[in-house]
């Protein structure tokens, strides 16, 4: 399906924000890489021998404009003024969006030439990942501080998503299945959350993700980073899925432990609406701290966790069985994380 692109390049002098030709931005009749990729996965994407069509939201004028901010304050800019537009990071979530006809925007705001927005820092006891962070960042560079992520991460779909997919991309999506959200809940990290001209807030990882599907962004906002504590502790992050690769968790439990603290904290997803942290579980690590390499210490935790889910039946696994996986997830994660004190 040919598409005129409208492209407001970030290497123009100018950034502009709306309309690309009344702000002297560089407009150009050609298509933007992000466009190019994004029209022909959409033309071209396989479908299966008597494979329908894929549902298209009704036609309409086919223009797209593709933003690239080039700083944050351009590209909250954008955001403020777009409140219609498709917020792309690495495009995995977005172009299957896109695929299935579910997603047909008249703009897209591509952060990826945003500086601002990628990299690290260290913060204190902390490590600040700019919201473009990949999975593939994350694991070449913070196993070493953030290896409860790097676990999660490493789960997670193949290696040429993993370059591509950002944490934030996932929270976004509202995936309460999602690894990664296993390893920030535990962690206790946070999501700063930015909108032009107001101060950045924060928001706790675990509880970002408020429903499937749906998150804690408000209109206009964009997420600018995640600050995930430094591990002071094993961790172990164990994961259900209908196969070794390439699957969504039906469940997931990370146990980070705390060792100077004499206690614990666990986080698990794919077993309630949200992300969950099953706080009778947690408290039974302090209290049985001196106990927790006992095999019956672990299958009572397991138990805990379980009794905090509260799992929906879908094609990857009835409500029964997510109970069951859940309490073995989680003694699995506690008896590694214990035998690594
Ligand atoms: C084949 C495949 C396998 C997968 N397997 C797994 C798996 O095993 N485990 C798992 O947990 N996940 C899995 N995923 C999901 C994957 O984690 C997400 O698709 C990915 O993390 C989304 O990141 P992205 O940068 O590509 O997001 P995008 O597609 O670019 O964006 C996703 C959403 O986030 C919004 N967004 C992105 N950045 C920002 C920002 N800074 N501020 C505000 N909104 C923003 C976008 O507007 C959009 O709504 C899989 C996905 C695919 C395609």
């Keep these: 399906m040919a598409q005129r692109g409208r492209v407001v390049d970030g290497e123009s002098p100018v950034t502009p924000v709306g309309d690309p ?8 009749a050609h298509r933007s890489r992000t466009l190019q990729a994004v029209t022909s996965a959409v033309d071209s994407a396989p479908r ?14 086919s223009s797209l404009t593709v933003i690239r901010p080039r700083t944050l304050a351009d590209a909250l800019a954008a955001r403020a003024a ?3 537009a498709t917020v792309v990071a690495g495009g995995t979530g ?7 006809g579910a997603l047909r925007p008249d703009t897209l705001i591509d952060l990826s030439a945003c500086a601002e927005l990628r990299g690290a820092r260290p913060e204190g006891d902390t490590v600040v990942l700019g919201a473009l962070s990949t999975y593939t960042d994350v694991l070449e560079r913070h196993g070493a501080t953030l290896p409860g992520l790097a676990q999660a991460a490493r789960t997670v779909a193949s290696r040429q998503i993993r370059n591509r997919a950002t944490l934030v991309g996932a929270l976004v999506l509202g995936d309460p299945s999602g690894d990664a959200l296993a390893a920030l809940g535990a962690a206790g990290a946070t999501v700063q959350v930015a909108r032009a001209g107001e101060p950045v807030r924060s928001v706790d990882a675990h509880a970002f993700v408020t429903a499937p599907g749906a998150c804690a962004l408000g209109p206009g906002e964009l997420v600018v980073s995640i600050t995930v504590p430094v591990a002071d502790g ?3 992050y164990a994961k259900a899925g209908a196969r070794n690769a390439m699957a969504r968790a039906v469940a997931g439990v990370m146990v980070a432990l705390h060792p100077a603290a004499r206690g614990g904290s666990a986080c698990a997803v794919g077993v309630a609406p949200t992300a969950i ?5 947690e408290a039974f690590l302090a209290d049985e ?3 927790l390499a006992d095999p019956d210490a672990a299958r009572r935790f397991g138990a805990l966790v379980a009794g905090a889910t509260d799992p929906s039946p879908d094609a990857r696994g ?4 997510r109970l069951h996986v859940s309490s073995v997830l989680a003694r699995r994660a506690l008896t590694r994380a214990v035998a690594a004190l």
Excluded: M
């Excluded at 030709?21 to 150009?28: K, P, S």
């Excluded at 977005?94 to 299935?100: C, I, Y």
């Design 21 to 28: 030709a009344a702000r002297g931005g560089r407009v150009g």
């Design 48 to 61: 299966r021998p008597g494979q329908a069509q894929p549902a298209r939201a009704p036609a309409k004028d």
């Design 82 to 84: 777009h409140r219609d």
């Design 94 to 100: 977005v172009l299957v969006e896109l695929n299935r």
């Design 234 to 236: 094993p961790v172990a």
């Design 277 to 281: 942290r099953p706080e009778r579980a």
């Design 289 to 291: 701290w001196d106990r």
């Design 318 to 321: 009835s409500r029964a069985y």
